[in-house]
């Protein structure tokens, strides 16, 4: 690998794909897009578990501008994501900027040459003058610190390390954890396995998903038209606007919208599960939105199938054979699937250690002060360095919405340095104070604050009781101040 590049960036996933496509557009050209797995894709290469499909329309989660026209579904198969991120980084020459198995172990700003210095595992150091983390939200998976697991003598699995190779055919399998993960799997697994017990500690929201295979006549009109499938596009993103976004993060406003994707959740539960205590078992007791909320046609009747259990009483360990819940009942298993979900807090904030100027630690900052990122970007202190899995950055409950607001956010910034002759930026203090105390005023009226959380158990919450990661204003907000942003809200240098 070579030595000093205009930019690194970690991680080669839709977000950093997007990243280095506005880079590219910028006209730089030494990148090194540094990936930690085998292969690109992010979540859509590491995760291949049965069931798994995006539950955002395929015309919504994806580039607007590249369109596919050949999503099989409306929710397209996890495996075509997958296809999708290799034509998109053919399609921009970026794979001959890529490391694959390039495990960053972390970054320190070098105030002296005014570079980052990025050490990767097992290899010398790479210098850039700009750095870019694009690592995810939901990429650093959560084993869970459940008694005696180690001991397990039978198979297991958590649903980010899939193994194609194990037939679950006639198992005794347990899942733990009911996330949307679970949701989508559970049903899968129920179709093959003898017997079925699923360990839920909080139930989750489900709602239908109006999901329909998508004809080659429809296909060849969104090949043949682009306009129409740019439709069909607003008219999805309008639709997850106005239930996944107002309703949660305008709950204040419009609790009645809240109330009645709950009250459909709920309509739905009973026409598929006629034992009313199951039904209980299944409904949360928050208000819907605090936890990411679900769409499955078949999760809910999945668990009056005769081979399916439902477990409510809390796991206290785990033998060699099976799993006891505290009041002492026994369940043998054979394989164990970890639905465990992800560590966000801990650990993915940020994802490799990041030291600015002043020798300022990210995590430590965020973690003694509180998580915030200007415009879910970019941090005092941290000079040419743009942090795109940052609190406050998710936009519209669409990833490739919040790529493409931080898209435009680099290209508006990358522009003023070009257009003053400068090569250095960082956020000032005041710019950053003052987009933080804006997300925490309008987070009073979402759902976070407002509605009904304390037993969601939320990842949307961090440690500090913060519910930090949706930016709490409208997508079209996010993407007017992406492209409008005050230049002085940065100060802008040129090195030398
Ligand atoms: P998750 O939502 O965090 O769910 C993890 C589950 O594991 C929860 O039910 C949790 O219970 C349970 N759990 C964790 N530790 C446990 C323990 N020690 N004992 C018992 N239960 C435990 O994770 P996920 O289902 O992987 O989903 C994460 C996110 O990924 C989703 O919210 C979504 O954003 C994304 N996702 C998207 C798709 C898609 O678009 N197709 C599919 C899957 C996932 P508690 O709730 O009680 O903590």
């Known amino acids: 690998m070579a030595d000093t590049f205009d930019a690194v960036v970690v991680g080669a996933g839709f977000g950093g794909i997007g990243a280095a496509i506005a880079l590219k557009r910028l006209g730089l050209k030494k990148l090194a897009i540094l990936e930690r797995e085998d292969d690109l894709g992010g979540t859509w290469h590491v995760n291949r578990y049965p ?18 026209p050949n999503w099989s579904r409306l929710f397209a198969p996890g495996a075509e994501l997958k296809k999708y991120a290799d034509h998109v980084a053919d399609k ?17 700003w070098d ?35 459940i008694s005696g697991i180690d001991d397990f003598a039978g198979k297991v699995i958590h649903t980010t390390a899939w193994d194609d190779t194990y037939d679950l055919a006639g198992t005794k399998t347990a899942v733990i954890g009911t996330g949307a993960t ?19 500690r909080t139930p989750i929201w489900v ?6 295979p998508i004809p ?11 306009f129409t499938q740019r439709v069909a596009r607003s008219v999805s993103s309008g639709i997850l606007e106005m239930i996944m976004v107002s309703a949660v993060l305008h709950y204040k406003q419009v609790k009645l919208l809240n109330k009645g994707a709950a009250a459909a959740s709920r309509a739905f539960l009973r026409s598929q599960v006629r034992d009313a205590a199951l039904r209980k078992q299944l409904t949360p007791d928050y208000d819907f939105g605090c936890k990411r909320p679900t769409f499955s046609n078949s999760y809910f009747r999945t668990f009056t199938k005769k081979n399916v259990n439902l477990e409510t009483a809390p796991i206290d360990h785990v033998t060699a054979d099976g799993i006891v819940t505290a009041d002492g009942r026994k369940t043998e298993i054979d394989t164990l ?3 465990t979900g992800f560590n966000l807090w801990d650990v993915n904030f940020p994802a490799v250690e990041i030291v600015g100027r002043e020798g300022r630690n990210l995590g430590q900052w965020w973690r003694e002060n509180r998580f915030q990122a200007y415009e879910g970007v970019s941090v005092p202190h941290f000079p040419n360095f743009l942090t795109l899995a940052s609190p406050y950055a998710y936009s519209g409950l669409s990833y490739f919405t919040t790529i493409e607001t931080q898209m435009a956010h680099i290209t508006r910034l990358f522009g003023a340095l070009e257009s003053r002759g400068a090569d250095t930026f960082e956020v000032t203090e005041a710019a950053n104070a003052e987009f933080l105390d804006r997300m925490t005023e309008n987070l009073a009226d979402s759902v976070f604050y407002g509605g009904s959380c304390q037993t969601s158990r939320s990842y949307y919450f961090n440690q500090h009781g913060e519910a930090a990661i949706l930016r709490p204003t409208s997508t079209r907000n996010a993407f007017v101040e992406a492209n409008r942003f005050p230049l ?6 040129a090195s030398r």
């Open 337 to 339: 699937v970890l639905a």
């Open 92 to 108: 921009y020459d970026l794979r001959r900027h890529m490391s694959f198995g390039a495990v960053v172990e972390g970054a320190r």
């Open 216 to 226: 080659s006549v429809v296909q060849k009109l969104f090949a043949r038209v682009p």
């Open 111 to 145: 105030e002296a040459t005014g570079h980052w210095v990025v050490s990767v595992e097992g290899k010398p150091d790479i210098t850039a003058k700009y750095l870019l983390t694009a690592t995810g939200f939901l990429s650093q998976p959560h084993r869970p610190d």
């Open 207 to 212: 709602v239908p998903k109006v999901d329909v």
């Open 51 to 68: 069931g798994l499909a995006v539950d955002i329309a395929s015309v919504t989660y994806s580039y607007s501008f590249e369109p596919n």
């Open 488 to 493: 002085s809200h940065y100060t802008i240098s």
């Open 182 to 200: 679970a949701v989508q799997l559970v049903p899968e697994i129920a179709a093959r396995a003898a017997e079925l017990t699923v360990y839920q």
